[in-house]
Structure formats: structure tokens, C-alpha cells
């Protein structure tokens, strides 16, 4: 059975993906994962594009001893233009396979070929809310449980501009979240181990998110075209 494998940039990406595909419920049991017809992850650990060749090269080695049938590209759109990130994957994607422009639609899957006997399909997905935004921009807009404690950050965000420090709006989500999982969401006695039960991974497999929110819709489809 040919395998997908989504290229994401970070283990919080990869849970919050794991939770999203089981949500889904798009039950074909890989490697005793539900996956969705994904059956690895491969972590970037950032957006840097010699990781991302790196990344690609060696998918692009393994499809030539097992059946890859597609490489789902997912990262962060931060404060940058679609097109901007487009060109940065293309780069990457040109340097692994030898080949010219390949992505051309952000969510779209196209058919590279890795030799003349072996192809592959690419797409890219935007991690996004509105045009902008990471993971956690994301996580931020869909949470549905109390968040008392992480919303006072907007008076400590006004305080820290008001005083003319810059403080930019993926940083601010970034501790919006942490503060949601760890003292909204967790209990005393979890705090105790916060490490462990509050930090992503943990958090993800609490009802503290909603996965029906429309602003994951054009990820899921993403996801189902894989």
C-alpha cells in the first residue's frame, strides 16, 4: 500500500494534526495509527529551507525502495505572502527533485517525478486565520473552553506597546496558548506536572478545542485530498 506523509514543522504541529485526522474520523488504520491515509510525519523543527531539502531528499530516497504516493507540505504563514512562502517551498522542492516551479496553488497537489519510473505528488498548506498566522493563531480562534486567565494578556500586551516595546502578533498567540493549556485548562493537581499534562500534547486530548470550527475547513480538505 503506497504511503502519505505530511512534512510539518514541529512535534506541536504533529499532535495538533494527529487529534484533527482522529477527529475526522477518516478511519484507515496505518501502522495501528488512524492517519488518513497519512502514515508519517516529518518534522522540519522550523521553516528553514535547507531542512525542508534535507526533508524532501530523503522522502525522495525512501519512494525509491517503498510506494510514497504524496508529500503534504504544512507550515506556518507567519506576517508573509502566500506567494512568498510558495517560492520558498518551490526552491526547496527544486533542489531536491531536479525540477523547475512546481507549486503553483496553495492546498493543490501536483505530480513530480523522482525518476523515470517513480512519481510523487507535493502540496503545500498555509497553517493560517485570515491570511496570517501560525499553529497557534490558529489554536487561538478555535478554543472553546474558559480562557480568563490567557485573555488578561491583552491588558499586558497594551501596557508592553504602550510603552513603545514591539510585540508581534504570532509571539503574543504563542503565550496565549501556553496560558490557556497550562492555567485555564489544566487542574492544581496537573500543574504539579505541567510538563507533562500541560503542554500540547497533553492538551489535544482534552475537549478544550473546537475541531468543527470553519476556520479548519480548507485544512481538512486539504488533508482528505492527500
Not at 53 to 81: F, H, T
Not at 143 to 162: F, M, P, Q, R, Y
Not at 193 to 209: L, T, V
Request: charged letters at 30%; a negative charge.
Amino acid at each position: 500500500m503506497s504511503k502519505n506523509i505530511l512534512i510539518v514543522e514541529s512535534d506541536n504541529d504533529k499532535f495538533f494534526l494527529e487529534a484533527l485526522v482522529q477527529k475526522m474520523n477518516l478511519q484507515i488504520d496505518i501502522e495501528s495509527r488512524p492517519f488518513c491515509r497519512i502514515d508519517d510525519y516529518e518534522c522540519m523543527e522550523g521553516d528553514s529551507k535547507p531542512k525542508l531539502i534535507a526533508v524532501l531528499n530523503a522522502i525522495k530516497n525512501r519512494s525509491r525502495k517503498e510506494p510514497i504516493n504524496a508529500i503534504g507540505i504544512i507550515i506556518d504563514q507567519d506576517d508573509k505572502e502566500s506567494i512568498t512562502r510558495i517560492e520558498q517551498v518551490n526552491e526547496a522542492i527544486s533542489e531536491a527533485f531536479g525540477i523547475k516551479e512546481c507549486i503553483e496553488i496553495i492546498g493543490k497537489f501536483v505530480t513530480v517525478p523522482v525518476d523515470e519510473n517513480t512519481n510523487i505528488k507535493i502540496g503545500l498548506y498555509l497553517q493560517n486565520v485570515n491570511g496570517r498566522g501560525n499553529l497557534e493563531t490558529v489554536l487561538k480562534t478555535i478554543h472553546k473552553g474558559n480562557s480568563t486567565h490567557a485573555d488578561c494578556l491583552n491588558v499586558w500586551k497594551k501596557c508592553i506597546e504602550d510603552g513603545g516595546h514591539a510585540l508581534k502578533v504570532s509571539d503574543f498567540d504563542k503565550f496565549w496558548v501556553q496560558i490557556y493549556q497550562r492555567y485555564d485548562q489544566c487542574s492544581k493537581k496537573e500543574r504539579k506536572q505541567a510538563g507533562r499534562k500541560c503542554n500540547n500534547e497533553a492538551s489535544m486530548k482534552k475537549d478544550i478545542w473546537d475541531f468543527n470550527h470553519e476556520v479548519l475547513n480548507e485544512l481538512k480538505d486539504f488533508l482528505k485530498s492527500l
